[in-house]
């Protein structure tokens, strides 16, 4: 059975609370106002030329009719054995009742981090209590309604990387926490790590918060699009990774799927095209299909180049199978934007484990025809030009 592979605090701030989003977490690059290089949401049109709205394409942007609601409570962090975050440079393993407790939503795990646009101030995990009501809460997708339940949780304690120069009168502020416990300094000198409780809490939970094992590691580079917050994959949730781990994420070889009209796509199909461009979007996400046209427009001239561009429509599986209602919702989308390419559904692999912890959409990365993942990853939509920019650059890359 697949797992939900979104989840985190991240994930549903992405639920397009406004149209000017570029991607569905964060406001992305700024947009070309040039009458040459509109945006996918300034020049989302089809072949005839009419312009592809939201509804039309079956993405409903108000919270009137069925489906434009969730549970934030099943959204959280899921109950692993161990969490690695190369960003953070930082994996730790939770004591037991800790993860019995996540597991009936008694404690709830989520992540937050300073703006992806500027310096890296602090990135934390935090743990807060839930009650009956929170727990079974059901919000809209679109307005403020997941951070005023986020608000509402009781805080319990945090596990962060603050910049140094932070003081801990302001890492209180960040942390909603009154005691902190220094971990460690990262390997580059510029972090340090704490463990912070909020005393107000209860005091056998923060004990048990106390007892989680920490690990300082060699921390990566921040990525290109500035979230240090994605965890390496682990889908089976009980890894301990090793060394040569990463390659789970790297080798795409034997995929074995099907697109939403349950016709089979495998490997073998990226062995026609030199480049293949993965484009992943969910029903839900507005600027996601808002870039469809545009992408239409790049998949007609880039195939003489030996280019493909495929989507991966991530909320047609979920926990218990196929999701009909996305299923049908994402074939009409494909029909309205007249999407020539495939749409896909995540495999029970979700892509040998690539798809875990993407935290906004749409994400975009490529694939050589050997099935390999190479090549940078783009977070957030493009027009049509940055697209055809991007491509070229990523296949003369792999060419040289």
Not at 225 to 245: P, T, W, Y
Not at 290 to 304: G, N, S, T
């Amino acid at each position: 059975m697949v797992k939900n592979q979104f989840k985190g605090a991240f994930l549903l701030l992405g639920l397009c609370v406004s149209l000017s989003f570029t991607a569905c977490q964060n406001k992305g690059a700024a947009e070309s106002t040039s009458t040459e290089t509109k945006s996918a949401e300034e020049k989302a049109t089809g072949e005839q030329g009419l312009v592809v709205s939201p509804e039309e394409a079956g993405v409903s942007v108000n919270m009137d009719s069925n489906g434009d609601s969730f549970k934030p409570a099943d959204y959280t962090l899921p109950v692993k054995d161990e969490y690695v975050y190369e960003y953070l440079g930082l994996q730790f393993s939770l004591s037991e009742k800790i993860k019995e407790a996540m597991k009936t939503k008694d404690i709830v795990m989520l992540d937050d981090q300073s703006p992806l646009d500027q310096d890296l101030k602090y990135a934390l995990l935090y743990f807060s209590k839930l009650t009956d009501e929170q727990k079974n809460a059901e919000i809209g997708k679109m307005g403020d309604g997941y951070e005023k339940w986020q608000e509402s949780l009781e805080r319990i304690g945090t596990i962060g990387m603050f910049e140094k120069s932070l003081s801990e009168e302001e890492i209180g502020k960040i942390t909603k926490c009154d005691s902190h416990t220094k971990l460690g300094d990262s390997k580059d000198g510029k972090y340090s790590y704490y463990l912070s409780v909020n005393s107000g809490a209860d005091a056998e939970t923060i004990e048990e918060l106390k007892k989680t094992s920490v690990e300082i590691t060699e921390k990566k580079d921040r990525p290109e699009n500035g979230f240090v917050l994605a965890e390496k994959s682990d889908l089976a949730g009980d890894m301990v990774f090793s060394e040569d781990s990463g390659n789970a994420v790297t080798d795409l070889s034997h995929l074995q799927t099907k697109d939403i009209h349950g016709k089979e796509f495998s490997s073998k199909d990226f062995a026609n095209y030199d480049l293949t461009m993965v484009n992943v979007f969910a029903t839900w996400c507005t600027a996601c299909i808002q870039e469809i046209p545009d992408l239409v427009e790049v998949q007609k001239e880039m195939q003489a180049k030996g280019v493909n561009i495929i989507g991966i429509v991530t909320d047609t599986v979920d926990d218990t199978g196929e999701n009909r209602e996305a299923l049908e919702k994402a074939k009409l989308i494909q029909e309205k934007t007249k999407a020539n390419y495939s749409f896909l559904m995540p495999d029970k692999t979700n892509f040998n484990g690539r798809l875990n912890g993407i935290q906004a959409l749409p994400e975009t990365f490529f694939v050589d025809k050997n099935g390999q993942i190479v090549g940078e990853t783009y977070s957030g939509s493009h027009n049509k030009k940055d697209w055809t920019e991007i491509i070229e650059k990523e296949l003369s890359a792999l060419k040289n």
